[in-house]
């Protein structure tokens, strides 16, 4: 079992590099949708579908700032509580990515998409059951 400090470590790099990824991708989403996709090695869709791709990088985005304000708040509760809300998040998202490429609505480069989320849950579920310290 991890100690205190280490749990306490490995959230704040967790959660440093998925707000990273998140809030970069949802940037990019919002500012420069084609680009990212082609970043991402999906397929671009038309331009009329950009407009929402972007409402979608609004969500990723904001998702990754959650954990970078967790970081910057700075307490063990506030890392705690990022990993505990944005679980079934990723879960839904990843699986949504996956039923896509399964039923041929998303290029299989989107299972990426899906394997990071669920690599995150997995590290997410295992720092939450490590030590943390009682609220005061």
């Known amino acids: 079992m991890m100690t205190l400090e280490q749990t306490h470590a490995r959230s704040r790099l967790l959660a440093w590099l998925a ?7 949802g940037l990019g989403k919002v500012f420069a949708p084609a680009l990212t996709l082609q970043l991402m090695m999906v397929p671009v869709p038309g331009e009329e579908a950009l407009f929402y791709l972007r409402f979608v990088g609004v969500f990723v985005g904001m998702v990754g700032f959650s954990y970078l ?4 708040r700075g ?3 506030d890392l705690r509580a990022v990993l505990r809300f944005t679980v079934p998040f990723r879960l839904a998202a990843g699986l949504f990515c996956a039923v896509g490429v ?3 609505e998303l290029a299989p480069m989107w299972l990426s998409v899906a394997g990071a989320d ?14 943390w310290e009682a609220p005061a």
């Open 69 to 72: 304000g967790a970081v910057g």
């Open 75 to 77: 307490t063990a509760w």
């Open 102 to 104: 399964g039923v041929g």
């Open 118 to 131: 669920w690599m995150l849950v997995g590290l997410q579920i295992g720092l939450l059951r490590g030590k």
């Open 19 to 25: 707000g990273a990824m998140d809030g970069g991708t």
